[in-house]
């Protein structure tokens, strides 16, 4: 039996909810808050990439094949260099127990010093079977994409493999001890930081409201000069005042400040495979028919005459058609199914996001 969702009906009860639930808001609003260290990252603090090339040795027959060339020829360097040479190449007949793989991890956007430890991961390179049971010779690591060939960190250890089906990644817990410090370079000038948005709070009102707040706080310190410009809906240029010669003492401050709610841009974020659906903000919907296997969905305009105390008709939202879906029991991935085809056909106005 087909199930329709008609005009008159459609939604009527999860409407009458929604109104209770819009009434007391009205009552009682409570002004949400967050902190600028939750919406915002600094420019220049980014996590960087470390990798170099090296061996994993003490493979039990599932290292790289006798006839992979570039390993021989790099091990037989390797012996050269360890004060070991080979009087001959052909001593090398039997690589089974050594891999050649490539290191990689990540720098904290923080930054780090020299002496630290970070975890590590491998991945083999050419033929090798599996990881499991071996042990990687200490190797140098660098800042990947950097021109120059400075090493930042030693690699060794002995490997874990985590996925059993899958054996040619493994991971060093603390496996890279850094040889040198990296800091993060946060200044665009002497007195000036740049403020980025994350992706999920971006847009206009939220980088008036950043400016808004910083400008507030450090005012009277400013001699009422305003410090921060909102320069485009990701960024806020801060001007540091002069009192602060230690810019990690204002950047503690500036961090801590608070913002008022702003607007929630519209957005839906779905997940078929784990059957998630999360809209925020005012997700609004155009008329449209959809049939979607064994459902009719007609989405009229409006599904119910409804209107604000003031008389202004109030916007058919996305969350009513899909409170009114779930009352009709439709499982989760055909709700996605037509949230999907909404947004293809343009009736959806909002961001669509699917993981």
């Not at 094949?65 to 007949?93: H, I, Q, V, Y």
């Not at 493999?161 to 800091?183: H, K, S």
């Not at 540091?240 to 957005?267: C, S, V």
């Not at 839906?268 to 925020?280: C, E, R």
Request: with cysteine; net charge negative.
């Amino acid at each position: 039996m087909r199930q329709t969702i008609p005009h008159a009906i459609t939604i009527r009860r999860v409407l009458v909810l929604l109104v209770c639930v819009a009434f007391l808001s009205e009552v009682r609003t409570a002004q949400a808050i967050t902190r600028i260290s939750n919406v915002c990252t600094i420019d220049g603090q980014m996590p960087l990439t470390v990798r170099g090339l090296g061996f994993v040795v003490g493979l039990n027959g599932t290292g790289d094949p006798d006839e992979t060339g570039p390993t021989a020829r790099a091990f037989a360097a390797f012996l050269k260099l360890s004060n070991n040479p080979l009087l001959d190449p052909k001593e090398l007949t039997n690589l089974g127990s050594v891999a050649a793989v490539e290191i990689t991890a990540t720098i904290p956007r923080t930054g780090i010093s020299r002496g630290q430890q970070l975890d590590c991961q491998v991945s083999v390179l050419f033929g090798a079977k599996s990881l499991e049971g071996g042990s990687l010779i200490t190797s140098p690591v660098e800042l990947a994409g950097v021109a120059d060939d400075t090493v930042v960190g030693l690699a060794s250890g002995r490997l874990i493999v985590d996925d059993l089906v899958n054996p040619t990644t493994a991971r060093i817990p603390f496996g890279l001890v850094m040889e040198q410090t990296v800091d993060m370079n946060i200044l665009r000038r002497p007195d000036q930081i740049r403020l980025l948005l994350n992706r999920q709070y971006a847009g206009v009102e939220m980088a008036r409201e950043v400016e808004r707040a910083i400008n507030q706080r450090f005012y009277l310190e400013a001699s009422n000069v305003n410090i921060a410009r909102a320069t485009s809906p990701v960024a806020v240029d801060v001007t540091i005042p002069a009192q602060y010669d230690n810019h990690i003492e204002f950047l503690g401050l500036l961090t801590e400040i608070t913002l008022k709610e702003t607007a929630t841009a519209a957005r839906v974020v779905v997940n078929a495979s784990q059957g998630t659906i999360i809209v925020t903000g005012d997700v609004e919907i155009s008329p449209a028919i959809i049939a979607h296997k064994n459902l009719n969905v007609e989405i009229a305009d409006p599904f119910v005459e409804l209107h604000k105390r003031d008389g202004d008709q109030v916007p058919q939202q996305l969350a009513d058609l899909v409170n009114g879906l779930n009352q009709l029991k439709v499982p989760t991935n055909d709700i996605i199914g037509i949230l999907r085809e909404l947004h293809f056909s343009g009736r959806l106005h909002a961001e669509f996001i699917e993981r």
